[in-house]
């Protein structure tokens, strides 16, 4: 099952030098396979997928070059309940046995200014919770934000949540 890790618990047999977290020891289960590469990144199909600090925050770090990092965003862990729809296809594709079996995450763009840190929600990465498999979507929904601003997201989450 795919546990992510946080980079204090560096246990396992890989060590795996990050971008931002120094080596890190990995347990399989916490490196994750592309079944497509990501644009723009070549042919990086390898992660280790990690915390530095408990939340909805990850790291997904190339497992053969240290200098590519990428933060990503677990929106339901966030509190942002996208309502994404997966298609079978997609499931089958990541050996994921139903909507259970998933782990979506979103990527982040980090700026200076944190009301300009965005996700993409039409582009989640789906990951296999027992395969470790994972792939990149783009799902056709006009409700998810291409330019997600993650404070106006969670300000807007929140303020459904207490009006229900």
Known sequence: MFTPALAGQSTGPRSIATFNAGVIAAHPENIVTLVEPLAGLGDEREFLVFQTVPGPLYWWQS?????????????????LDPDMVIEPMHAQAIDAEGVDDIIVHTLLVLEQD????????????????????????????????????IMELVARAQKAKTSC
Do not use: E, W
């Open 63 to 79: 497992t053969r070059d240290r200098g590519l990092a990428l933060c990503c965003l677990d929106p339901f862990a966030a509190g």
């Open 114 to 149: 944190p009301t300009q840190t965005r996700t993409n929600l039409r582009a989640p990465i789906l990951i296999g919770r027992r395969s470790n498999k994972a792939l990149q979507v783009i799902l056709d929904d006009p409700r998810l934000p291409v330019k997600g601003y």
